[in-house]
């Protein structure tokens, strides 16, 4: 007599490995073949001429291109430790207190993530032009000032949301015991709920800093003339041809997503153990 499948064991049957690879497959192929054609010795993606890295040699050697990623990389450093401070603040508080209008709160957080970005594009485009102007003439890095409050916008609920999903596993009687044994309110959240919170922010300060880094919509709609990040680098590359540089440079935006993500996996994994 044959056993009945257990509710979390259909991945055994081979309709679904076949969905499954399916899936995968029209995920991951796109990226597969961007990666194999910034290899391809061709001015253009229709026909492989063979191997090549000269225009990752092209690539590293555009001036452009490098400042663009350095403020790319600025804004995503000033965005993430930003949002982490307020993200968590903001988890802190939904958690632990009860007041009038908690509810509307929580969803002003969220608002943020559902709303299109196109919509948070077009309003931090008005507000920085008519509610806050912000100068185009200020030296590196205030020139980027306009882009990293708009990024911190949309960063720091994601934050918000991770840690107060982590203070739902925290049990209070462990920092009320920390404060019979004489800590005061400070050191109780330092040395009891700050570490119980160190999954929760490695992982919203590495999903703030990939977002922030990857942004292109609310980036090309607060960016000064002078102010261009890596993503909009590419597009203004990719706006008259597909050409391998592009490939070059689409692949190292890939390659720093995944090492991040493989960061936060390895940080999640050691704080697990």
């Given at each position: 007599?044959a056993?009945r499948?257990?509710p979390l064991?259909?991945?055994?049957?081979?309709?679904?490995?076949?969905?499954?690879?399916?899936?995968?497959?029209?995920?991951y192929?796109?990226?597969?073949a961007?990666?194999v054609?910034?290899?391809n010795?061709?001015?253009r993606?229709?026909?492989?001429?063979?191997?090549?890295?000269?225009?990752?040699e092209?690539?590293?050697?555009n001036?452009?291109?490098?400042?663009?990623?350095?403020?790319?990389?600025?804004?995503?450093?000033?965005?993430?430790?930003i949002s982490?401070?307020?993200?968590?603040l903001?988890?802190?508080l939904?958690?632990?207190?009860?007041?009038?209008?908690k509810?509307a709160?929580e969803?002003a957080f969220?608002?943020?993530?559902?709303?299109?970005?196109?919509?948070?594009?077009v309003?931090?485009?008005?507000?920085?032009?008519?509610v806050?102007?912000?100068?185009?003439?200020l030296?590196?890095?205030?020139?980027?000032?306009?882009?990293?409050?708009?990024?911190v916008?949309?960063?720091f609920p994601f934050?918000?949301?991770?840690?107060?999903?982590?203070?739902?596993?925290?049990?209070?009687?462990?920092?009320?015991?920390?404060?019979?044994?004489g800590?005061?309110d400070?050191?109780?959240?330092?040395?009891?709920?700050?570490p119980?919170?160190k999954?929760?922010?490695i992982?919203?300060?590495?999903?703030?800093?990939?977002?922030?880094?990857?942004?292109?919509?609310?980036?090309f709609?607060?960016?000064?003339?002078?102010?261009?990040?890596?993503p909009?680098?590419?597009?203004?590359m990719?706006?008259?041809?597909?050409?391998?540089e592009?490939?070059?440079?689409?692949?190292?935006?890939?390659?720093?997503t995944i090492v991040l993500?493989?960061?936060?996996m390895?940080?999640?994994?050691r704080g697990?153990k």
């Open positions: 007599m056993t499948r257990a064991e259909y991945n055994r049957a081979w309709q679904m490995k076949l969905w499954l690879s399916v899936v995968f497959f029209f995920l192929a796109p990226l597969v961007l990666i054609f910034s290899f010795d061709s001015k993606n229709i026909v492989w001429r063979g191997f090549t890295l000269k225009y990752y092209k690539l590293f050697n001036e452009d291109l490098l400042i663009a990623f350095a403020n790319s990389l600025t804004i995503a450093l000033f965005a993430t430790l982490l401070v307020i993200g968590a903001a988890g802190i939904l958690w632990r207190y009860r007041f009038f209008g509810t709160v969803g969220t608002l943020p993530i559902v709303v299109p970005e196109i919509c948070m594009g309003s931090m485009l008005l507000f920085f032009t008519r806050l102007p912000w100068p185009n003439n030296i590196w890095p205030l020139s980027l000032g306009s882009i990293i409050i708009a990024h916008s949309f960063c934050v918000a949301l991770v840690v107060r999903a982590r203070l739902a596993s925290f049990n209070t009687e462990q920092e009320e015991a920390a404060r019979d044994l800590a005061n400070w050191q109780a959240f330092r040395d009891v709920l700050l119980h919170l999954p929760a922010l992982a919203g300060a590495l999903l703030s800093f990939t977002l922030s880094l990857d942004d292109f919509v609310i980036t709609f607060t960016s000064g003339p002078d102010t261009v990040t890596f909009v680098k590419v597009y203004s990719l706006r008259f041809s597909v050409t391998p592009v490939n070059a440079a689409s692949t190292m935006l890939i390659l720093v993500m493989a960061l936060m390895l940080m999640q994994g697990q």
